[in-house]
């Protein structure tokens, strides 16, 4: 992906939760991506629908995400490094 394809990515809302991506959703503000578990009730009272008859298995897949081309403080990078080996445990 060149940089100016990734800077069209980079418009729009942010949401702190998937709540309130949702809600935004319902509410015609733009589609969202979310697990299904979470979107479930959502999709039963046809408040949201989902457009298409595909499903993605993650199983156990998280995801760990910092700011683009700022270098972590040190806090954080001790945080980093212990969350990963944690995970590499199980």
């Known amino acids: 992906m060149t940089p100016a ?6 418009r729009g809302a942010r949401f702190a939760s998937s709540s309130l991506l949702l809600r ?15 979107a479930e009730s959502w999709l039963e009272s046809g408040n949201l629908v989902r457009p298409f008859p595909v499903s993605v298995e993650l199983d156990h897949a998280y995801w760990l995400v910092t700011r683009h081309g700022i270098e972590p403080r040190r806090p954080l990078r001790i945080f980093i490094a212990w969350l990963k080996q944690q995970a590499s445990l199980t």
């Open 24 to 38: 935004a959703a319902a509410m015609g503000q733009g589609v969202a991506l979310a697990r299904e578990r979470l």
């Open 5 to 10: 394809m990734a800077k069209r990515f980079d």
